[in-house]
């Protein structure tokens, strides 16, 4: 079956964060521009018919009351960890829910932390992880991706291993694949990364929320398969949401092989009692995680594939001064506008608000600590992405064109 990703889907009315919402301050769409929503991590595209089959067949019956998780659940996603990830041994025992990723993330450091501790993450930086754990009185320190004489980026063991030490720093976040960077990492980085985490006794999380949307081509590693260490070493967050564009149903799971952590996270994270499976949310993952999903899914990735190759020529060739590494995976661009500013004596702010203008709703990357970045969502029809390239093209970029 061929599904559809080139309708433009009215979302306005559907109480919609990426389409009610402008992320600029101040910036407003000048008149004669429809918006085109480009920056919150959600899809402009459809999701797979056998989600909305699901969660209509359980609202036949008419009872919705306390429930535990089915074992259908549990080995929907062990039938996915395995298929996609070629993930061995899994049992529904490591599996948990947990309400989001983010609040996994919280859960996690909960078990690892104290308030107030320093932890380990990449920048730039997902602002999620940013606000999450200031909000919960955690320090964050970066060690920042530097790219390579490729334009890829890459981390920086030494520094990884220097901060930790420095610190004294017993709990990294790890994200893979990388938001907003786009980087896939290689089995061996992720092997590096866990040798330096082991020989300074860190604790890892692993939000791998994107592991689904690699871009044609690249192949993601979970990081608890590189080691028998790193199995036991690490919590790993996963959901359906970012994949299927499920976040409005809300839910996620964690996978821990080690059993102390996995008691300590447990418990964690009943603490507060809110965090329960809602049988919807439920019926949405075992509606997403089966053959008909897994089509769309290949659909999917050559659709983003497309858009990505798409915005990225059409980006190095139109805009000189702006500067992008090439996603391999999730559908985000990371924009460095840097010299384009200073070449156009423009501020950051300008830009963002000059895109805005003309119905470009794109994000300030600076919350994601690029300091002259901007985020830019490709999860959407390529005739929008096409429309919202050439309005940037003649309209902000090259104003006087
Ligand atoms: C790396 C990463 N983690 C977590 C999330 C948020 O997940 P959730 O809505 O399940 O908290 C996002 C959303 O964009 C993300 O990019």
Not at 224 to 253: C, H, M, W
Not at 288 to 311: K, S
Not at 325 to 354: I, N, S, V
Request: glycine share 6%.
């Amino acid at each position: 079956m061929q599904y559809d990703f080139t309708t433009v889907i009215d979302r306005s009315g559907t109480s919609s964060r990426a389409v009610d919402v402008i992320p600029i301050p101040g910036a407003q769409v000048k008149e004669g521009f429809s918006p085109i929503p480009m920056w919150i991590a959600d899809m402009s595209f459809a999701t797979v018919p056998t989600i909305p089959q699901a969660i209509a067949k359980r609202l036949e019956h008419p009872l919705f009351g306390y429930f535990n998780p089915s074992s259908e659940y549990y080995d929907a996603i062990i039938r996915w960890q395995q298929k996609r990830n070629g993930v061995q041994g899994l049992e529904k025992e490591h599996i948990g829910y947990e309400n989001s990723v983010l609040g996994g993330l919280i859960s996690a450091l909960g078990v690892f932390c104290s308030r107030g501790d320093k932890v380990l993450v990449h920048s730039p930086t997902y602002i999620g992880f940013t606000n999450s754990m200031t909000n919960c009185g955690y320090q964050l320190i970066h060690s920042p991706l530097v790219l390579d004489e490729a334009g890829v980026w890459r981390m920086d063991f030494a520094d990884m291993d220097r901060k930790l030490k420095e610190h004294k720093i017993r709990t990294a976040i790890f994200c893979s694949p990388h938001n907003p960077s786009g980087r896939v990492w290689e089995p061996w980085e992720i092997e590096k990364a866990m040798e330096v985490y082991k020989a300074n006794d860190v604790m890892v999380i692993s939000d791998e929320i994107w592991s689904d949307l690699l871009l044609n081509g690249y192949h993601h590693t979970p990081t608890q398969s590189v080691s028998e260490d790193a199995r036991q070493r690490t919590i790993a967050l996963y959901a359906p949401t970012k994949t299927f564009n499920l976040a409005g149903l809300v839910g996620s799971y964690h996978i821990v092989y080690n059993p102390r952590l996995r008691d300590r996270l447990e418990k964690e994270a009943s603490l507060t009692h809110y965090n329960s499976v809602n049988l919807l949310s439920m019926h949405a993952l075992i509606g997403a995680y089966c053959p008909e999903g897994e089509e769309w899914l290949t659909q999917l990735r050559q659709v983003l594939t497309t858009n990505v190759d798409y915005a990225y020529d059409f980006i190095t060739t139109h805009f000189p001064g702006v500067t992008l590494f090439k996603p391999q995976g999730t559908y985000m661009l990371f924009l460095d506008c840097t010299q384009w500013c200073a070449d156009h004596g423009r501020t950051l702010d300008e830009l963002l608000r000059a895109g805005v203008e003309v119905g470009v709703i794109w994000q300030d990357g600076r919350a994601f600590h690029g300091p002259c970045h901007i985020r830019m969502n490709l999860a959407l029809p390529l005739s929008q992405l096409q429309e919202a390239l050439n309005r940037l093209d003649r309209y902000v970029f090259h104003p006087q064109g």
